[in-house]
């Protein structure tokens, strides 16, 4: 089983991310992990997608 991957669009999912939370004051590497699970969200779907507030919490509370 191969899961579709496709980085269209990457740099403008996690910079903007990556930008928003040390304008919000985290450190540099919380930012970076936080920018970094934003792309791996988009990357899971077709074309150019967007990533929602509510899929990156999800995202952060199964690691939990």
């Keep these: ?5 496709n980085v269209t669009g990457v740099q403008t999912c996690a910079l903007p991310i990556l930008a928003l939370a040390l304008g919000a004051g985290a450190a540099i590497d ?6 970094n699970l934003a792309a791996a969200i988009e990357v899971g779907k077709r074309g150019t997608a967007t990533v ?3 899929e990156i919490r999800e995202a952060l509370a199964s690691w939990a």
């Design 30 to 35: 919380d930012a970076a992990r936080l920018a």
């Design 1 to 5: 089983h191969t899961r579709f991957r």
């Design 52 to 54: 929602s507030l509510a």
